[in-house]
Nanobody
């Protein structure tokens, strides 16, 4: 199983990006995928989880209303549209596959992780 995150970059406050997580070695429609982030000097933080059951997505309070997760089962890719970015959103963003059959924020449930893609929000 491999997860490849991409799409990060430098963006001004208020700007937007679309992050992608391309997945190989498993069927996306049968797995729950989470996004996490780690800011410099801080602990890893949950961002979102997309359920394979019905495509529902769950978001951390810090990003709710600004970030939107979506999936493309044909491309086996999960997207995270990040909008209205703030400097505090600056972080490495990671996607990961959950071994649980439901969405969870418990990081121990995630058994495959992609490398991070860096999002920098600065003027």
């Amino acid at each position: 199983v491999q997860l490849q995150a991409s799409g990060g970059g430098l963006v001004q406050p208020g700007g937007s990006l679309r992050l992608s997580c391309a997945i190989s070695g498993l069927a996306l429609e049968k797995n729950n995928i989470g996004w996490f982030r780690r800011a410099p000097g801080k602990q890893r933080e949950r961002v979102s989880c997309t359920s394979s059951d019905d495509g529902s997505a769950y978001y951390a309070d810090s990003v709710k209303g600004r970030f939107t997760s979506s999936t493309d089962n044909v491309k086996n890719t999960v997207y995270l549209q990040v909008t209205t970015l703030k400097p505090e959103d600056t972080a490495d963003y990671y996607c990961a596959k959950s071994s649980y059959s439901w969405c969870t924020w418990y990081t121990g449930a995630y058994d495959s992780w992609g490398q991070g893609t860096l999002v920098t929000v600065s003027s």
